[in-house]
């Protein structure tokens, strides 16, 4: 798969977490492949980044591998007053991230930072993006939640909605 991945010039394919009784979940992320390294047993690294989100509308297999149509998700967009309330609790999120990240000690960071690379600032537009701050995907990943509940979050097309998650999440850990 990695193979005609790279064959075809697209670079991308798209990933799923398990879910029982279908095989693979409602909603994935489409992610680009930066390098892949294919060894001789047939195994690959791969270094690949998430993109897109989307939802799955119909399962196929081909090749012997899951394959999906698929439709792609975006972020609701809100402006006025509603607007200067999500970019209020956007950086009191962001924050509250920021506070667990350094409360966290030096050698964990450091092993978070080499798998994730660092966390990303905030962004100046928090809707420029139709998949929203990529802070909030990368604390998703960092967090290593139950796959069923980061699927959840993932199929959000609310900002709003997905940082109050964040929220409860980072409330949860701040005091473990």
Same mark, same amino acid.
């Given at each position: ?34 390098? $892949? #390294? *294919? !060894? ?5 690294? +791969? ?6 989100? &989307?939802?799955? =509308? ?24 509603? $607007? #200067? *309330? !999500? ?5 009191? +999120? ?6 667990? &990240?350094?409360? =966290? ?72």
């Amino acid at each position: 798969m990695m193979r005609r991945c790279m064959e075809t010039g697209t670079k991308k394919f798209g990933m799923c977490s398990y879910e029982h009784g279908k095989g693979f979940a409602d909603y994935g992320c489409m992610l680009e492949i930066h390098s $892949l #390294e *294919l !060894l001789p047993d047939g195994r690959s690294f +791969v270094d690949a980044v998430g993109g897109s989100r &989307y939802k799955v =509308l119909k399962r196929g297999q081909r090749d012997g591998y899951h394959t999906a149509d698929i439709e792609y998700l975006e972020d609701l967009k809100v402006d006025g007053s509603e $607007l #200067e *309330l !999500l970019e209020s609790l956007h950086d009191s +999120v962001y924050q509250q991230a920021q506070d667990w &990240y350094q409360r =966290l000690g030096s050698r964990i960071r450091e092993q978070i930072n080499r798998q994730y690379g660092t966390m990303p600032d905030k962004e100046e537009n928090i809707q420029a993006s139709s998949n929203g701050p990529a802070w909030c995907w990368w604390l998703l990943s960092v967090l290593q939640l139950d796959p069923a509940y980061q699927t959840t979050v993932l199929s959000l097309t609310s900002l709003k909605d997905r940082l109050g998650h964040l929220r409860l999440v980072l409330e949860y850990f701040s005091q473990s």
